[in-house]
């Protein structure tokens, strides 16, 4: 049976400016390229979240928990992807995910997340001097760590990937470094969950068979077993 992977969505502007949720083209077909049903997991609280400011947006409430729980049930894997803002929603649904012990993949700020977690946010980002953010299809190589999940997955060392990211973790939290680039961490996991794998580039976009490598595996992994 095909497992469905919720992807949690993204606020955003459609063409005629109003206020939407939606999840990219790249993260769908992804998905469905790896055998996988996507999922859009929209947040249960009843606001504009591209308009609302940090100091506006209150917190869930207990029903609206209870409403979002009912939602990521649903999910046999949980998709983390790239944004310019994280929200109360997507550390709920991580933390969830980590309950359950439901595969999760996160993407850039998902990766930033997933390394912040269990730090109370007390491990900030950090705003680059020199930006990874390059609009190419390929930015530069991450050297992958032997003896590790990604590197099992890979099948190789180092691969060139893409990098839209402008921020960086200082360190992972209670998770493994799977990937570097200089002093950048690129990509973590951890062994204590069925999966748990965060990449600071976008698989999803690359080209070549890496990404889909990883798409392949995550989406395996999360399908249940009867």
């Known amino acids: 049976m095909k497992p469905i992977i ?17 999840i990219e083209e790249y993260y769908k077909n992804s998905i469905l390229n790896s055998g996988g049903i996507p999922f859009m997991v929209v947040p249960p609280q009843g606001v504009s979240f591209y308009s609302v400011s940090k100091e506006e947006l209150k917190p869930m409430t207990d029903k609206e928990k ?10 046999d894997g949980i998709l983390i992807p790239g944004s310019t803002r994280v929200y109360e929603y997507d550390s709920y649904a991580l933390k969830y995910a980590m309950d359950k012990n439901i595969p999760v993949l996160g ?3 998902g990766m930033q997340l997933m390394a912040r977690i269990d730090t109370d946010f007390k491990n900030e980002l950090i705003d680059e001097e020199n930006s990874h953010y390059v609009e190419a299809d390929i930015a ?34 209670n998770n493994k470094i799977c990937a570097m680039c200089g002093d950048i ?21 690359l080209k070549n068979e890496y990404g889909k490598k990883i798409f392949d595996y995550f989406t395996q992994v999360s399908k249940k077993i009867h």
Not at 6 to 22: E, F
Not at 66 to 75: F, G, K, N, P, V
């Open 6 to 22: 919720g992807i949690l969505a993204r606020p955003s502007k459609s063409l005629n400016d109003n206020d939407c949720l939606i």
């Open 140 to 173: 530069h190589k991450v050297s992958i760590s032997p003896n590790t999940l990604l590197h099992s997955i890979i099948g190789c060392d180092e691969i060139e990937v893409n990098s839209y990211h402008k921020y960086k973790v200082p360190s992972c939290g």
């Open 185 to 205: 961490i690129e990509a973590i996991e951890n062994d204590n969950y069925k999966f748990f794998l965060g990449v600071q580039w976008h698989p999803e976009r």
């Open 107 to 109: 993407i850039c700020a």
């Open 66 to 75: 209870e409403d979002y729980d009912r939602i990521l049930s649903i999910c």
